[in-house]
Nanobody
Framework: QVQLVESGGGLVQAGGSLRLSCAASGSISRFGSMSWHRQAPGKQREWVTSLLRTGTTMYADSVKGRFTISKDNAKNTVYLQMDSLKPDDTAVYFC?????????WGQGTQVTVSS
């Protein structure tokens, strides 16, 4: 069983930055992948970015060039650096880990970007 706890959300003005953290209860170095997803009010949850065990990163077009995923294996934590935030980035952000064959989700952290 893996537990994920997100933190770092909050209210920020458009153009500002936030860094989200996802602390895992297990050793993330053995996880197949970790990713961030978000869900805006009235919308389906959408994928934002992934970091594979190989180190490969992938980003949704909507955040490419503005968001950066990274990890600290020693702290078992994955980060999402969000820069140049837009009001459309407002959502609850969720961390997900795939430890085959299981998938684990965190409880989410709210990010609100004001115009």
């Amino acid at each position: 069983q893996v537990q994920l706890v997100e933190s770092g959300g909050g209210l920020v003005q458009a153009g500002g930055s936030l860094r989200l953290s996802c602390a895992a209860s297990g050793s993330i170095s053995r996880f197949g992948s970790m990713s961030w997803h978000r869900q805006a009010p009235g919308k389906q949850r959408e994928w934002v970015t992934s970091l594979l065990r190989t180190g490969t990163t992938m980003y949704a077009d909507s955040v490419k060039g503005r968001f950066t995923i990274s990890k600290d294996n020693a702290k078992n934590t994955v980060y999402l650096q969000m820069d140049s935030l837009k009001p459309d980035d407002t959502a609850v952000y969720f961390c997900r880990a795939i430890v085959s064959p299981n998938t684990y989700w965190g409880q989410g952290t709210q990010v609100t970007v004001s115009s």
